[in-house]
């Protein structure tokens, strides 16, 4: 069966610090990946998809950055962290373009 | 871009009352998938309705695809406390991202 692991569960970073959260997924190929935020209370805000090695799509313009170096993982980072980009970070993944999203179990990212 | 409206964003019942949550779109949906969110943890998909009128259960759960594609709706009988959660109603755009409602948290009254 398949599952997705992401981590860390939390992370407290300094401002300025750089970022790097990973998620990976096991037991599917070629999956759709997803990097969501999510501010307390709110709904889900898209940050990168990707639908294959190398291939980035960009939703928001920000801070962050993402990579996809192999099929099953997927990559968050970003070179200077900003107190907005606190919140929680969600990973997904799909088998088919229009079908459903599976989450990791996300990351809560304070910057302080 | 596409939007989905979600109401209400709380609802407070009872142990034992009926919930209900609404997602509204202004143009036509080619589908609608839900989610359920509990306290402290990830999405997790429930359901993904396509067909005009459609209508399907899962245990307490009913969810309802309008007959115009435009509305969905999730009806939660007798709630129990394993329900407590925030329920996201969601649509892919063509361009194959989900946009998601804003949720209806679900609250136990104590």
């Known amino acids: 069966s398949q599952t997705i692991h992401q981590w860390p569960a939390t992370l407290v970073q300094p401002v300025g610090s750089p970022l790097s959260l990973e998620c990976t997924v096991e037991g599917t190929s070629n999956p759709n990946l997803y990097w969501y935020r999510q501010a307390a209370g709110r709904g889900l805000q898209l940050l990168f998809y990707s639908v294959g090695i190398g291939q980035i799509s960009s939703e928001v313009p920000q801070n962050l950055s993402a990579s996809r170096p192999q099929d099953r993982q997927f990559i968050l980072s970003s070179k200077k962290l900003l107190l907005s980009d606190s919140g929680f970070y969600l990973c997904a993944w799909s088998g088919i373009e229009g079908g459903p999203q599976y989450f990791g179990a996300g990351t809560r990212l304070s910057v302080l | 871009g596409q939007q989905v409206m979600q109401i209400p964003q709380y609802q407070h019942v009872q142990e034992g009352e009926d919930f209900t949550t609404y997602c509204n779109s202004s143009?036509?949906?080619?589908?609608i998938q839900w989610y359920k969110q509990r306290p402290g943890g990830h999405p997790v998909f429930l359901i993904q309705l396509v067909k005009s009128g459609e209508v399907k259960k899962q245990k307490r759960l009913t969810f309802q695809f309008g007959e115009a594609k435009k509305n969905s709706s999730l009806h939660i009988t007798a709630t129990q406390t394993t329900d407590v959660g925030t329920y996201f109603c969601a649509l892919y755009n063509s361009n194959y991202q989900l946009i998601w409602g804003a949720g209806t948290k679900l609250i136990i009254k104590p």
């Open positions: 143009t036509t949906l080619s589908n």
